[in-house]
């Protein structure tokens, strides 16, 4: 559906600036609610490819990328000031022959994947443990027998 608004400019005599009235739900210099985004983003997040999005919801795929671009963003920026868990698992993976290994830290406490990291190395390590939120705060560490988790873990 496609809602046409007619909404007049005002003017403050008193600070001299002009503005318009905002509707709950459409951002500032938005065309569309949040809502609508959102259904975009989880369209595409779910596999619908960008051309299909476009002729389905009859807007360009450039729009459909920097919606999705901008969703990331959000969520990237909710995930990045969380504290470490108190539970943590710690383990690692083959990520690809290129970058080699990742290292996957999980909150044991609520099932979850915290972060992953790419190496396992303590070198590679060192500098994202060091500006971890909240590492002082964790009681129990779960690993593999690995010695290098080990002294990271004492350290």
């Given at each position: 559906?496609?809602?046409h608004l007619a909404?007049?400019?005002?003017h403050c005599t008193q600070c001299?600036?002009?503005?318009?009235?905002r509707?709950?739900?459409?951002?500032?210099?938005?065309?569309?609610?949040?809502?609508?985004?959102?259904?975009?983003?989880?369209?595409?997040e779910g596999g619908v490819s960008q051309r299909k999005l476009s002729i389905t919801y009859q807007i360009g795929s450039a729009?459909?990328?920097?919606?999705?671009?901008?969703?990331?963003?959000?969520?990237?920026?909710?995930?990045?000031?969380?504290?470490?868990?108190?539970v943590l698992g710690i383990d690692e993976h083959f990520f690809t022959r290129k970058q080699g290994y990742a290292t996957t830290?999980?909150?044991?406490?609520n099932h979850k994947v915290f972060d992953v990291v790419l190496?396992?190395?303590?070198?590679?390590?060192r500098s994202y443990l060091k500006r971890l939120p909240g590492r002082e705060s964790v009681r129990v560490?779960?690993?593999?027998?690995?010695?290098?988790?080990?002294?990271m873990a004492q350290k």
């Open positions: 559906m496609v809602l909404v007049p400019k005002y001299n600036r002009y503005f318009r009235h509707f709950a739900g459409i951002g500032p210099r938005r065309r569309a609610t949040e809502a609508y985004r959102l259904e975009v983003f989880e369209a595409h729009t459909v990328e920097r919606w999705y671009q901008s969703f990331v963003k959000q969520r990237v920026s909710e995930l990045s000031g969380r504290a470490c868990p108190q830290l999980v909150d044991l406490k190496g396992r190395s303590e070198a590679s390590l560490i779960v690993m593999d027998l690995s010695e290098t988790y080990r002294r």
